[in-house]
């Protein structure tokens, strides 16, 4: 099983997803150099194994061969896609037949109260936007679906999830 995490963040998530898939191999990719190096370090042990492979890059332009993936998770970066339709187009390109794409967001009506998540940073989330990224081209005809999620208490959230029949 072939699992690519978008925005690894630290890399906490990575080491629980490699205990989660004991035979699977991780792909990550992150914009952030500061995230690529902190988890990096945090998952050295199954980098050298061959089990966590990380790179630093764009969403849009993915390091990996077409129908090449099973899962893909993407948790709280949809808010950092400039051009959502080509993100979706390039996860689709790597998403094997069968495969799942889940999304999660924190619901815009959260994020407002955020001082950091400005207009500048962040693409505010909420049902409908998700539900159209859910419902892009090339993850029809699918089983889509978009979930009300809460992350923690007073922080609502969302989760599109596509299953490619």
């Given at each position: 099983?072939?699992?690519?995490?978008f925005c690894f963040g630290?890399?906490?998530?990575?080491?629980?997803?490699?205990?989660?898939?004991?035979?699977?191999?991780?792909?990550?990719?992150?914009?952030?150099?500061?995230?690529?190096?902190?988890?990096?370090?945090?998952?050295?042990?199954?980098?050298?194994?061959?089990?966590?492979?990380?790179?630093?890059?764009?969403?849009?332009?993915?390091?990996?061969?077409?129908?090449?993936?099973?899962?893909i998770l993407a948790v709280?970066?949809?808010?950092?896609?400039?051009?959502?339709?080509?993100?979706?187009?390039?996860?689709?390109?790597?998403?094997?037949?069968?495969?799942?794409?889940?999304?999660?967001?924190?619901?815009?009506?959260?994020?407002?109260?955020?001082?950091?998540?400005?207009?500048e940073t962040h693409r505010?989330?909420?049902?409908?936007?998700?539900?159209?990224?859910?419902?892009?081209?090339?993850?029809?005809?699918?089983?889509?679906?978009?979930?009300?999620?809460?992350?923690?208490?007073?922080?609502?959230?969302?989760?599109?999830?596509?299953?490619?029949?």
């Amino acid at each position: 099983e072939v699992i690519l995490a978008f925005c690894f963040g630290p890399g906490h998530a990575l080491g629980l997803m490699t205990a989660l898939a004991p035979f699977g191999r991780i792909w990550g990719i992150d914009q952030s150099s500061i995230m690529f190096e902190q988890a990096w370090k945090r998952n050295a042990r199954a980098i050298r194994a061959g089990r966590v492979h990380l790179r630093h890059g764009r969403f849009d332009e993915l390091p990996l061969p077409a129908a090449s993936v099973d899962k893909i998770l993407a948790v709280n970066v949809i808010y950092f896609w400039m051009d959502p339709v080509k993100v979706l187009k390039e996860a689709g390109r790597v998403l094997r037949p069968g495969g799942v794409i889940s999304i999660y967001a924190t619901h815009a009506s959260a994020m407002r109260r955020w001082k950091f998540a400005t207009p500048e940073t962040h693409r505010l989330s909420h049902a409908a936007a998700l539900g159209a990224g859910a419902r892009h081209p090339r993850f029809e005809p699918c089983a889509s679906q978009v979930l009300a999620a809460r992350a923690a208490p007073g922080r609502p959230g969302l989760n599109a999830t596509n299953t490619e029949h």
